[in-house]
């Protein structure tokens, strides 16, 4: 059958699929837990294995889901010709719901990190046009009956944080609409019922490039063309700052595989935070980054930490630390792009040559990393150089493969393999309008949020995702398993990323050092 063509993909789109075609990046998971008050009525019954299970929630989430659809377009689309350089986006004449939901049960809440792992290690298949580039994970809890997760995986091609947590609130109203205006919903008898025909013409969201101006300065240019024409690798590697990025250099012969240690912090624990962060006149943001700058240095970038010789312990204590912050776009241009447009809007800010020392203070740190973040995101030069760090890709071959053949060249042209240390992406606090229990017409209400993505093999060793929901702070980290020697070494960063994060913020310590860690 032949698709409906939407529109041709973008640059930042491409960019995310030749993630894809090279496995270095998989995908984004966003989701809630979510408390019933009648889950006896409103949650269907969970056995492993069951197929009727898996009919059952895509009975109640049909009606939700169908409203999505019609409300975002995006959501019925493939990828045509996505190993060609001109891809398109194509429209699905229906969507199979039950194809796109898993139920995993889990024994207790904090086993959610096990199913977001496996999640992270199921890519896309964008030669497959059948289904679309998401799909949902529920995750009944058996040591809390009345308590579900409720998780969104998506392809980064269709979709950012941002547009995320605005299209599962959306569903959790939906949900909470549909028990108070119909009756509870029976089991469906055969998966035809649960088969969405697309009826909507809407079109799907216009890319970035396509709302402003993203083409890099004729500095910029000038400056790129020099590191790519007249610098080789080794050149361009040689007279950079080194930095640590990995344990084990990068590379596109092993298989990208995440694994993931989960962090949730207790309401009492995330408004410490909070608080210490409004005492100190600073961001939340600014706080998690420094204790995991923190972190790294402690675990992997300390005499104790490297299990090495002398002279690899000497090279990993004199390397830097790369930070990266992805920023959202959207409310950063002239006309702003709303949370419910389903499409990826996001650059990133770089934070070089990052040095801690023990005389290194936490919130003198914490204050020069939130100065930089204001600037790169207030400031007409700081907007301009987020449009412009993806605005190169505009410059990229026209031929089939090119993309492919550059990105994999970022193996041998950035050290390690990868362009930085540790990114931290950060949704902020979301799902307001869900999270007030005492709201008697709601069925459903949100307890936490869920945010993560697959590790990247080019991109940062240690890849931190936050988020914040009815006062409860949770954190996911990722890494390539083949970055690092075992997955104790990714377990120890996040419990020193905690250790130290709750050491600084402690109420009466009035500095905190690197020497205290």
Known sequence: MTLRPARAVDHLERYNITRSNLNIYHNVVIG????????????????????????????????????????????????????????????????????????????????????????????????????????????????????????????????????????????????????????????????????????????????????????????????????????????????????????????????????????????????????????????????????AIFATKSVFMSDEGVEEDVGAQREKRDEAIVFATPVSLRTLLQEPIAPEDQGNYTSEIMHNNIRVSKESGFWDMARVYRAQVVDGTTTPAGVRDLLEHFGMLSLLSTKDGGWEKFMASKVTEDQHGRKASVKLSNLGSGWTTITDDSTAESELWVQDAVFSQSSGVTASALTMSVATANGVLTVATTWQKAAFRGRARGELFVSEFKRILMEAIEEGRDEYFFRDV
């Open 32 to 291: 809630n837990k979510l408390q019933s008050r009648h889950p006896a009525d409103c949650i269907p019954p969970f056995a492993s294995g069951d197929a009727s299970v898996s009919r059952g929630w895509a009975q109640l989430l049909l009606h939700p889901i169908s409203w999505l659809i019609e409300q975002h377009p995006t959501l019925s689309v493939v990828v045509g010709e996505h190993l060609s350089a001109k891809p398109m986006f194509l429209h699905l004449p229906q969507v199979d719901l039950q194809s796109l939901i898993r139920v995993a049960p889990v024994k207790t809440a904090s086993d959610v990190g096990q199913v977001l792992e496996r999640e992270h290690n199921l890519p896309f298949d964008l030669s497959n046009h059948a289904i679309p580039l998401w799909r949902l994970v529920v995750v009944p809890i058996e040591d809390d009956p009345s308590s579900f997760y409720l998780l969104y995986t998506f392809h980064h091609v269709i979709g950012d944080g941002r547009s995320a947590m605005a299209l599962t609130e959306q569903l959790i109203q939906q949900l909470n609409l549909q028990v108070r205006t119909r009756n509870r919903t029976t089991s469906c008898a055969s998966a035809e019922d649960v088969k969405i025909p697309i009826r909507s013409l809407k079109p799907i969201p216009a890319s970035i490039e396509y709302r402003t101006n993203c083409y890099p300065s004729f500095r910029t240019l000038l400056v790129e063309a020099t590191r790519a024409i007249l610098l080789p690798a080794f050149v361009k590697k040689s007279l950079e700052t080194r930095y640590w990025a990995g344990e084990i250099d990068s590379s596109l012969q092993v298989p990208n595989e995440t694994e993931l240690a989960y962090l949730a912090f207790s309401p009492e624990e995330t408004k410490q935070i909070v608080c210490a962060t409004k005492t100190r006149r600073t961001t939340v943001q600014s706080v998690l980054a420094t204790a």
